[in-house]
C-alpha cells in the first residue's frame, strides 16, 4: 500500500516536469508582454509536427531534429512578436487574446489540413521502453529525462532572467515600459527576443510532448489549460513556481487517478479551483 502511494507520487512528480514544459512559454510570455498567448498550446502541438516531418524526412534521431528546430522557433517567436504581436501587447486584455485567439484557429486548420486528424507520436527509439530502477522503484528513463529537462531549462532561464544584460533589459521592460525607453531600452526589441525565446521553451516542450503522449492537430486546447493552471498554481512570474504548479497538477491528477480513471483531469481542475480560492496569488508568485 505505502509502495503504491510513492509511486504515485513520483509518477505525478515527473509528469509534472513536462506540464512545466508546457507552462514556461506561457509563464515568460504573462510575466514580460502580461498577455496570455491563447495560441500557445497550438504552437506546441506545431513544432511536434514539424519535428515529426524532419525526423522521418532525413531520418535522424528525435534530439537531432531538436537540435535543428530550436533556432528556427527563436526565429519564429522572435518574427511574430516583432510583425504581429508587437501591434497588440500592452494594448487593452482583449485585443491580444483576439489575435492569439485567431492564430490558434489558422494553426489548428492548417494541421488538420496537412496531416489528418489522425494521432501522433514521436520515435524515442529505445528510450520509450527503458527503466532505471531507483531505490527499488521501476521508473522510466523518458519521464525522468524529461523532469531532467524542465529542471535544466527553469535553471538556465532563471541564469538569463537574473544573471545577464539581456535578462536585466527583459525585467527592466517588463517593469515599465516608459522608464526603460528613457535609458534606451527598445521595447519592440526586447519584446522581440523573449518571445524568441519562448519559441525555445516551446520547441523543448513540443519534443518532450511527443516522446511522452500522442498527439493531434486538436491536442492545443487542452495543452494550453494545462499550461495555464501550472502558471496560475505556481504564481505568476516565477520559473521555479511554475514547476511547483506542474508538480501539484501532476500529483493531483495521479491520486485522482489512483480513486477512479474518470477522476484523473478532474481531480487536477479541482485542485487547481482550490488552490485559487485559497491563494488566488500562487504559491510562489513574483508580481
Not at 506546441?44 to 531534429?65: D, K, P
Not at 529525462?145 to 517588463?174: E, K, N, P
Amino acid at each position: 500500500m505505502a509502495a503504491s502511494i510513492i509511486n504515485t507520487l513520483v509518477q505525478g512528480v515527473l509528469i509534472g516536469g513536462l506540464y512545466a514544459l508546457f507552462a514556461l512559454g506561457l509563464s515568460l510570455s504573462v510575466g514580460v508582454m502580461r498577455a496570455v498567448n491563447v495560441a500557445h498550446g497550438d504552437f506546441i502541438v506545431l513544432v511536434s509536427y514539424l519535428l515529426l516531418t524532419i525526423a522521418a524526412r532525413f531520418e535522424v534521431n528525435i534530439f537531432v531534429a531538436l537540435a535543428v528546430v530550436l533556432p528556427i522557433t527563436f526565429l519564429g517567436g522572435y518574427v511574430l512578436q516583432r510583425y504581429l504581436l508587437q501591434y497588440v501587447t500592452g494594448k487593452a486584455v482583449l485585443a491580444p487574446l483576439l489575435v492569439t485567439f485567431g492564430l490558434a484557429i489558422i494553426t489548428q486548420n492548417g494541421l488538420l489540413e496537412a496531416y489528418g486528424a489522425y494521432p501522433m507520436i514521436l520515435p524515442g527509439g529505445k528510450l520509450e521502453t527503458e527503466v532505471v530502477s531507483i531505490f527499488g522503484f521501476e521508473l522510466g528513463l523518458m519521464p525522468l529525462l524529461t523532469f531532467a529537462a524542465a529542471v535544466g531549462l527553469i535553471f538556465l532561464l532563471d541564469r538569463l532572467l537574473y544573471r545577464s544584460q539581456l535578462g536585466s533589459s527583459i525585467r527592466a521592460v517588463s517593469d515599465d515600459v516608459a522608464a526603460a525607453g528613457l535609458i534606451g531600452l527598445s521595447s519592440n526589441q526586447v519584446y522581440a527576443l523573449a518571445m524568441g525565446i519562448v519559441g525555445v521553451t516551446v520547441a523543448v516542450a513540443a519534443c518532450f510532448m511527443g516522446l511522452r503522449m500522442n498527439f493531434d492537430p486538436s491536442s492545443g486546447p487542452s495543452n494550453l489549460l494545462i499550461a495555464f493552471e501550472s502558471v496560475v498554481l505556481g504564481g505568476l512570474g516565477s520559473l521555479w513556481g511554475t514547476l511547483a504548479g506542474g508538480i501539484v497538477l501532476g500529483i493531483a491528477q495521479g491520486i485522482g487517478g489512483q480513486i477512479d480513471f474518470a477522476w484523473q483531469t478532474l481531480a487536477g481542475h479541482l485542485v487547481f479551483l482550490l488552490v485559487l480560492a485559497l491563494r488566488p496569488q500562487g504559491l510562489f508568485p513574483k508580481y
